[in-house]
């Protein structure tokens, strides 16, 4: 048997499974040469916010600009604080510091390292504005805590870039939130053939808020109520995710099922903490992160021998070079920098098969030992 590599993540049989219907739907939006707007994209908006429950849908360029858009469409900016944990990607923080606005962490909690609503409380100002939950490799984050914690006039938005598809107590992202922003990158549940991304909300006015930051300010054509910038979901990229869309149950139903397998193959390997579900979530495994011990020299071994396993995310949001002028040190945020140096990705996507996965666990096993 030749052993072929295993990727973090493979893309390819998504894209065969969909690769007719997009063509198709390449093929008529090339005969129109509308590549901007267009009824595939107001159709993709319109099914991913039925999908999810919520009112309206705003494609957008990226699933930063998603998350800078839903805060400036809040009136969010210069002078006001926003709450986000300290281990997310670092696009978290960006969208923050882009709208202006000055960027608060906060730890997580140690089993599921989502955002610790505990730690939220303590950091409310009377500048706090807004509290960003992340739903952190595929499962919700805890909001419903988080409404708890937060005072009256601070709006809690969700980052929803990770977890499309996922459920909190039977309910959807964009549940309970005033805004959830997600990206369509190519790697998430959900991912476009290039960048793209949406912000979910359920007001009227604020969808049109939205639209009209990421469309130069203004809703007609040279009317430029305030400076705003281009961010517009392209209408190739619609037409792919309204062809992925609807298969994005039945691929995060086999994220589940790998994860489960790996659940059973990694239960005897005392020196793997395997991740979990927190309670009343159903879970999209955008990523199975696992917590090793001397994870570097493990890494570097399942790299040498064709597993692409990696590392989400190497360095907390406060220990970045980018963001040291926060002032956070070393120490600030102890559950989140133990985790740090110990998070480990196993390759998982939609059709990775059993004997990729045995092959990932035998080959990490070996690297343990
Ligand atoms: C991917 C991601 C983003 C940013 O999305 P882009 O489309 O790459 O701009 C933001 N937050 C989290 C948690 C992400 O994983």
């Known amino acids: ?34 590549f901007i707007g267009g009824a595939d994209v107001a159709a993709f908006e319109s099914e991913f916010a039925a999908y999810c429950e919520a009112e309206h849908c705003v494609g957008v360029a990226n699933g930063t600009d998603a998350i800078e858009l839903a805060l400036r469409g809040l ?67 805890p909001f419903e805590r988080l409404a708890q914690v937060v005072p009256e006039g601070v709006a809690v938005l969700e980052d929803a870039a990770q977890s499309q598809g996922a459920r909190r107590h039977g309910r959807p992202i964009g549940d309970g939130v005033v805004a959830a922003p997600t990206s369509f990158y190519p790697g998430k549940n959900l991912g476009a053939y290039g960048d793209g991304g949406a912000v979910l909300v359920h007001d009227e006015a604020f969808d049109q808020r939205i639209r009209a930051f990421g469309a130069h300010g203004g809703l007609r054509r040279y009317e430029h109520d305030h400076i705003g910038f281009n961010s517009r979901l392209d209408t190739l990229q619609a037409v792919v995710l309204r062809a992925k869309l609807r298969r994005l149950e039945g691929w995060n139903e086999r994220r589940r099922a790998a994860a489960v397998r790996y659940g059973e193959l990694l239960a005897d390997v005392e020196q793997v903490v395997a991740p979990a579900s927190a309670e009343g979530n159903v879970h999209v495994w955008h990523l199975y992160v696992v917590r090793v011990a001397d994870r570097d020299r493990v890494l570097a071994e399942m790299n040498a021998n064709g597993i692409g396993a990696g590392i989400h995310y190497p360095t907390p949001v406060h220990l970045t070079t980018a963001f040291a002028g926060l002032g956070y040190g070393p120490g600030s945020f102890p559950v989140a920098e133990a985790a740090a140096p110990e998070l480990l990705t196993l390759p998982l996507y939609p059709h990775i098969t059993p004997d990729q996965q045995e092959r990932v666990v035998e080959t990490m096993v070996k690297a343990l030992r």
């Open 1 to 34: 048997m030749t052993e072929s590599n295993i990727p973090l993540v493979d893309l390819r049989a998504q894209h065969a499974e969909v690769a007719a219907e997009v063509a198709a739907g390449f093929a008529a939006v090339l005969d129109t040469t509308a």
């Open 75 to 141: 009136g969010i900016g210069r002078g006001d604080e926003v709450v986000l944990p300290a281990n997310t990607f670092i696009a978290t923080a960006e969208a923050v510091d882009r709208a202006g606005a000055d960027v608060v962490l906060v730890d997580c909690d140690a089993r599921h390292l989502l955002i610790d609503p505990d730690r939220v409380a303590e950091r409310i100002t009377p500048r706090t504005k807004a509290v960003i939950g992340v739903d952190l490799y595929g499962q919700i984050a």
